[in-house]
């Protein structure tokens, strides 16, 4: 999963870049990281001389870690000179004032950040490039530690300090000739690389693309109501309501209408506790394919980024549900997806409810982004919408090869780890008479839901008692895999009969 990382989400991480101070402002229009002589004011050129490092240096300064970008750099340019790499993520946010800064973010994976293998995302001020974010998620093969990393930047860049009010980040002040800001923060789940343009002040009002937390779209977890009203002000409210949540605990829920990327609506809902915000919760309408497909991007994308969810799981009647309980975006962070027995799919961020201690320590939530990176499932035609996720299919249809699998793992999986017998076997046993029903799934052709329904003795020790039921298995005839997809009272009796036989 994680060669395919969604690196929607990690912009939740990047710090508030700093502002540089007068006596280091580029008096250049077109600011560039290896900023040419004219660009470099008294102070730069008087600590560069100290150093001994001649004109002809600067203006040959070694760019490859960042691709040999420049600040104000085009989209269209950055888009050329990443061209090679895989495209994640592209986002837009047009305010509705006019003249407001348009703001962009642009998302590659698997690039290579100093000699390892990181994900990068690209940030534009009215798509001039203004910021960029490196991420490195550690796992398996990714174990370098902040320490490590320490290290690997301050041979390039030199000396570092702590960054001012955290305890988990550096900064290395005016690098590429003072035109750049890099901040190094680590996480529960991995480290990001921060590079902001300082060379010139910030449009009044405008701040870092995505990951400004005084923004609109950075809500910061614990906040009150009332600051998230303020910052909720563009959206429409659809309602506001005291309830309790599944342990009785007051809380108040604050529903909004959002608009997605293709045009269609969603709600998006707060949910406040006595500690303020813990959840924000996208709940999507009906997609196609009776919300699977949106369900399993949005879990590939995150399992791209954070790794397989801690919990999964999924139970008859279409409901699944998957967490990351691993302080996915900060500490005592969780991430949640579910799609529900209605069909519709819900992804959420959750805080502790318990404390908000860890405020600090956890990123705010950019409800500009989402873990999609394929809008092509919502649609508003009914008709598109109905499509099923499985098709009825008669055994006639189906390939012979298909058809040999079918029946061979059915006859060979075992109803319970535990003990030796299969499905195919144990149907045998219980059941008086069955018919099979064949249906084959819209999604992927290679997958199979194969029922058996009938008469079956529920006990085998009492076979006076008869019942009619039914159990449905789902069988990959690629992946050479057979399992329960509905049981219901008929998989019990199953169990029972693995047990015996």
Known sequence: MKKFIGVILCCLLIMTAYGKSDESKSSSENSEINVSSEATTSTTVEKLTTESTSLSELTSIDRSDIFGLNWNDSIDLVKDRMNSYINTFEESNVGDVEGATVKTGLGYIDVDFLGEVCDVTFRFNDYKL?????????????????????????EKFGEYSLLEGSDHAYIWKGVYNGTTDITLSWWDYGIVFDFVDVSEPLAEGSGNIISDDDSENMIKMYSDIATVKQQMLSYELISEEETVDTSNNPQTLLTYEYILQNGSECELRFCFQSVGLIGVNFLFPETMYEGVTLFDNIYDNLSKQYGEATEFDEFSGGYRYANWTNSPYGEGSSLYLARFEDLKVQFSYWADENSNENQDKISSVDISTLPITDYSFFTDDPNLISVKEYSDIDVDSIPKSDLDTINSLINTMRVNEAYSSSFGQVILK????????????????????????????????APEIIEKGSVTLKVDVESNTCKLHKGGEMYQSMNTYAVLY
Do not use: A
Not at 130 to 154: L, Q, R
Not at 438 to 458: F, W
């Open 430 to 461: 219980m059941c008086l008479d069955f018919d099979i029903t064949y249906q084959r799934s819209n999604i992927d052709d290679s997958i199979y839901l194969v029922k058996y329904s009938g008469r079956y003795l529920p006990n085998p020790d």
């Open 130 to 154: 203004h910021d960029m974010s490196f991420s490195y998620i550690w796992g398996e093969n990714k174990t370098m530690s902040p320490e490590e990393w320490t290290e690997i930047i301050s």
